[in-house]
């Protein structure tokens, strides 16, 4: 509908975003690109709710505030993530989370 | 119309008098509890006194004698149809017992001030005796049956606490244990009879049951349990009950060894009071007993029977004066059993009813002094053994003499007390059932016979070698053996027929002058022998005994009865059927419960791994979980 773009093709996108972003996050090695997969994910989600409400509710804007919020959010929690990052450097000179085995039994 | 309302301060005087000696009682002086706890005594007494004047004299002039309510206030309402009140209810039987209760506990507290002086634990003994006396009245003006239960327990508890009083000698603990716990055994069954009647009546309140016409017991009469009627069951339980207070066999055994307390405390629990507290509550249910079931009622009278038989022939044989003393307290409240047991309802129809009650009030009085005079002696003698006394007339005249008055009494000679409540019970049992009567009859003699042999053995017999001289003992201990003496010989002369009676109407008893010279022949007979074979030091009693050979020894060690109790208590409860419950709950129960400590111990231990810190070992999991378990969904939806 928008400017022909049948919603299949947003959705193949968002799709594709989402398990880039799972990959990412079971397979890096790095703490701070496993927070990018973490960003790649969340808005694979911030797309998939502005194509539905563009798509399915024209006339409604409950979508598109979800999504700001989901991007407020994740603003908060890649500022926590990176301060923990930053902590977890200070303490251990890595940041491999293989490495990072305390919390276990 | 008198206003009885104040009778509720012979209830509450001896409760103070117990809470303030038990808080402060250590703190004084000890003597200063004591002559608290007399004088708290002594007032209740005359308003006791008082009481008696004012219901027989002055109310019911004449009869019938009415019960009153003095006051009733409701203590509980637990649900719409039972509610437990407290209150005291006075009618001929409860203000005869306050009368007989406040005297002997009169008697004991003054008693006990030579009789337990300089002992540990003075200020507390006070207080018990108190705690008893306030529970004791309380048992007997009760106007219900649960609040009879109540006292009922309290009694036992004091009993308890008293006999435990020497709390320091292990056979004095061994024995407070074993009295309360057989006694709260036959309470049991005290408690499930009072519960079958409340559900089939909806009442316990004694002015209610305890009419002759009341239609209350028309249900429990009709449910039936193995040939008896469910109204039957109950007054059998609470006869129960009621054998285990008045330690009627086979609940006798306590008694005895409850002779372990102090002297004064045997006098006034374990044989004037509490001990009949079970014939008063046979009394006190009586027209249930006679005219719903009548069955039980001659079970009751058979059961005192035996037991009076039972006991006296134990007596003859024993050492310990006070033990003596006990088992001839059995055999009296014996007969009053057999009393009630033979009674029928209504004027010289109910004479054994009468008779029973009266046997009660005069045996209260010389069978206190008979524990009383005891007490003198051992206080003297430091001993209970017969062996080690002898000649002690010489020594102690006062105590001889009321010692001796005592022993007439029990022996039914007359004038003494026991002399006419003993004949009426007697006459009862001739005119009503003639097996009780000849048991009652042969006991009478074994019973001069015991009483006398006690009498001569501590007081004739030889010149015993003292190592102290005994002396008589001080004012205070024979001051109340002759108030109680003079009583002993006097009060069979109070026409009792004419308070007590089964209906409540005054009645004049036919005098039955062939049973008179029967009954007394066999007490002299007794009297005589006991002379003939104690008077002087012989080797014939001995010589006797050996004749006799097993049938002494079995008498000497009282039918065995303790021994069967430890056979069945240790041998069949604890070895058999505790030790295979104690396999079971070792093995079975505690070894479900350690199985599922164990499995639980060992998956946790395979499992744990699964905890390892990978981050990202978590992340694949989670995300695999969900794909798997949406992908199922999915097919099983048939999206």
Redesign the interface.
């Known amino acids: 509908m928008i400017q022909g773009i049948p919603i299949t093709h947003f959705l193949v996108v968002s799709v594709i975003m989402f398990f880039v972003g799972i990959m990412g996050f079971i397979i890096r090695q790095n703490l701070i690109t496993i927070l990018l997969s973490v960003e790649l994910i969340l808005n694979a989600v911030v797309l998939n709710f502005l194509v539905f409400n563009r798509y399915l509710f024209p006339h409604h804007l409950q979508g598109q505030f979800f999504g700001l919020f989901i991007i407020g959010v994740a603003a908060a929690e890649a500022s926590m993530a990176i301060a923990l990052i930053i902590n977890i450097y200070r303490r251990m000179r890595h940041i491999d989370p293989d490495k990072i085995r305390e919390m276990k039994y | 119309m008198v206003d009885f309302s104040y009778t509720v301060f012979i209830l509450l005087i001896p409760l103070v008098v117990f809470a303030i000696t038990g808080i402060w009682g250590g703190r004084w002086k000890p003597i200063i509890s004591g002559l608290l706890g007399t004088f708290g005594i002594a007032t209740i007494f005359v308003m006791s006194l008082y009481t008696a004047y004012q219901y027989f004299f002055v109310v019911h002039h004449g009869g019938p004698y009415k019960p009153i309510v003095a006051m009733n206030f409701l203590w509980l309402p637990l649900t719409e149809h039972l509610h437990i009140h407290m209150g005291i209810m006075l009618d001929p039987i409860s203000v005869m017992m306050l009368v007989v209760v406040t005297t002997i506990s009169l008697m004991s507290h003054w008693y006990s001030l030579g009789y337990m002086k300089g002992e540990r634990g003075f200020a507390r003994y006070y207080a018990f005796l108190s705690l008893f006396t306030f529970s004791m009245l309380g048992l007997v003006v009760a106007t219900d049956l649960l609040q009879m239960f109540i006292f009922y327990e309290l009694v036992g508890v004091s009993s308890f606490l008293l006999i435990g009083f020497y709390y320091q000698k292990p056979s004095a603990v061994a024995a407070a244990k074993k009295a309360f716990i057989v006694t709260r055994f036959a309470d049991f069954g005290f408690l499930i009879g009072i519960f079958i009647l409340i559900y089939y009546t909806h009442s316990f309140d004694f002015l209610q049951i305890t009419d002759p016409n009341t239609p209350i017991f028309e249900t429990a009469l009709g449910k039936t349990f193995l040939g008896y009627s469910a109204l039957s069951w109950a007054t059998a339980l609470i006869f129960m009950g009621a054998a285990g207070k008045s330690a009627m066999f086979p609940f006798h055994i306590w008694l005895p060894d409850a002779m372990e307390g102090p002297t004064p405390v045997s006098a006034l629990i374990h044989a004037a009071t509490m001990v009949v507290a079970g014939v008063f509550t046979i009394a006190r249910l009586f027209p249930v007993y006679y005219f719903f079931t009548p069955k039980v009622l001659l079970m009751v009278g058979y059961v005192g029977g035996f037991t009076s038989l039972f006991a006296a022939l134990i007596a003859m044989t024993q050492f310990d004066i006070k033990r003596v003393l006990a088992y001839s307290t059995l055999s009296q409240i014996g007969y009053m059993m057999v009393g009630l047991g033979v009674s029928h309802y209504g004027g010289e129809e109910g004479l054994g009813y009468m008779a029973a009650m009266f046997h009660l009030f005069t045996h209260a009085m010389f069978k206190a002094l008979l524990f009383l005079g005891a007490g003198s002696i051992i206080h003297a003698v430091h001993s209970n053994l017969m062996q080690k006394m002898g000649g002690l007339r010489k020594y102690m005249p006062i105590t001889h003499i009321t010692f001796l008055i005592a022993a007439l009494a029990i022996s039914g000679i007359p004038p003494f007390a026991g002399f006419f409540s003993k004949d009426e019970i007697l006459a009862a049992a001739f005119l009503h059932n003639r097996l009780l009567f000849w048991v009652e009859y042969i006991t009478a003699g074994i019973t001069a016979f015991y009483i006398f042999r006690l009498y001569f053995k501590v007081f004739w017999w030889k010149d015993t070698q003292y190592e102290h001289t005994p002396h008589e003992s001080p004012w205070t201990m024979t001051v109340p053996l002759i108030i109680l003496a003079t009583l002993s010989a006097t009060v069979g002369f109070v026409p009792f027929s004419k308070f007590v009676s089964s209906d409540l109407m005054p009645f004049e008893p036919e005098t039955h002058w062939n049973l008179v010279i029967a009954s007394v022949s066999i007490g002299l007979l007794g009297l005589a022998l006991a002379w003939l074979l104690y008077r002087k030091e012989n080797d014939l009693p001995d010589r006797i005994a050996k004749a006799l050979g097993k049938l002494y020894k079995w008498t000497y060690d009282k039918f065995y009865i303790d021994e069967i109790y430890l056979f069945i208590t240790k041998k069949i409860m604890f070895n058999i059927i505790a030790k295979s419950v104690a396999w079971f709950d070792r093995h079975i129960v505690d070894g479900f419960m350690e199985g599922v400590a164990v499995v639980t111990e060992k998956t946790s231990e395979k499992i ?2 699964f ?6 070992q978590y ?2 999991v989670f ?1 695999a979980s969900v794909i798997i378990i949406a992908l199922t969904v999915l097919y099983f939806i048939g999206a």
């Open positions: 744990k791994g905890q390892s810190g990978h981050l990202q992340a694949f995300i």
